[in-house]
Structure formats: C-alpha cells, structure tokens
C-alpha cells in the first residue's frame, strides 16, 4: 500500500505546532515553579518582600561610631578570636584570615550580632573560604549571597556590587542576618528558639518544600559553631556564645560590652 506523500508545507506546520507546544510547556513550568535561592530552597520572591527595608545611608556619625568600636579592646579581642578560628580550619592563609575577620567582626558590630553565627554561617555556607564560589543558581561568595534578591540599585549603592569581593559579601550577607535575627516580642521577651527561626530565614526554608532537609540548616550552622568556634565561644555553650550576646546587644545591656576573653 502506497503512501500519500506529506508535503513541505504540511511538515512546517507540524514543526510549528509542536514548537508552540513546546513554549507553552516551558511557560507553564516557569510560572508554576518556585524559584530556589543558594541551591537549598530559598523562595527569591518571598526573600525580596522581606527585603524591602534598605537600611539607612551611613552618616558621618555612624562612621565615628564604627571606628571608636573597631579601636576598642573589644573588638580587637573579637578579632583575634575570629582569626585564630579561622586560621585552625587551615583553610586560607593568615593575611586572608586576618582580612575576612576583620570584616565579620566590624559587620557583626555594625549590625548588632555576635560573630559567632557570622562566623557559623560562613563555614556552612562555604566551608573553604572561596570569594568567587557560585552556587547552581548563583548564589556567590563567602556567604552565598543571592544577586537576584539582594543586588539592587538601592542596596549596591551602599554596598556595592562585586559579591565576589571578601568586604562587600559580608556586608550584604550580615545585613541579612541582622534582618531575620529580631528577638523581640510584644512582650519584650526573648525565646531561646528565636535564632533557629532567623537562621531558617536566612537560609530560605521557609515551608521547606523546596529543597529536602532544609529545616535541617540551624543544626549545620550550631555544629559547626560547637566545633570550630573554639576561640570566639571559649568554652560557652551555642546559646551562651551566639544567642545571648546578640540579645543583650539589641536590648541595650551593659554585659554586651564585655570581652570575649
């Protein structure tokens, strides 16, 4: 039995018409998938309204401020903490160890959090200090910031752009932080899991449907802190080290001012 032979212009049509299926499956996907941020689940959509707060340009008051806090024993003792916890990993050497804690730490005091979770999520985020490391969405850096979400107009001009860049990276990444780490309530109260709530924001699990385990981000960022943060935390326990000291910090207290050591 012969065939009838299909002709130039019918073969077009059916090359179109399964191109146009094919966009439509594409547009479908793309409309009805959540967006992911640093590869474990981060919602970039729910990120960026929780982003809308830009903080404030830095006054010549705040400049003062931060370099009468970096010229204090305190500082220089969270320096060296942070250094020499740095320097155990063996993971960079000891001018880029210096640097990136010099970094954390003035970050962390401008902010008004303890190094020890800065110093928590970097090891977790990217446990060998890569400046140029991307995820497999983008994410970059020593704190794996997300560009999509975070490098605005308003907030690369205060920080910058180069997220590749050690100083730049920690400013956006500890900004963050400072962002979801609120301990207060209505009540004025502070509840001791108030850090794994920030952390899991930071993170992006926010339903954890995105990405399996995520809930699982805070236990990361606590073990690490546990094991490497032998010198920033000396010998306090994770809520001691991490939690503590950033809510008296916010709330005011005279004991946030004391040396680590």
Known sequence: MRHKPVSPITTVLRTLGLIVVL???ILYAVLNTNPIYAGRGTLAEELRKRSEEIPAPASPTDSIRT?????????????????????RLKQVDSARADSIAQFAVREAYVRGISPAIVF???????????????????????????????????MSALFGRDLASDSTNVKYGVFILSKYFSPRTRAGTVRERDWAAA????????????????????????TFVEHSAKSICDGRGFYDCIAKPFVRGLLGSSDSTKTTK
């Open 23 to 25: 966009l439509l499956v």
């Open 67 to 87: 370099e009468r806090l970096m010229s204090t024993p305190k500082f220089r003792a969270e320096k060296r903490n942070f250094f020499e916890d740095l320097m």
């Open 120 to 154: 928590g999520v970097m090891l977790t985020e990217n446990a060998k200090f890569i400046s140029k490391a991307t995820s497999n969405v983008g994410a970059v850096g020593l704190m794996q910031v997300y560009p999509k979400v975070w490098l605005t107009k308003e």
């Open 199 to 222: 952390l899991l924001h930071y993170n992006g699990c926010v339903n954890g449907r995105n990405t399996p385990n995520c809930r699982a981000y805070p236990s990361k960022v606590k």
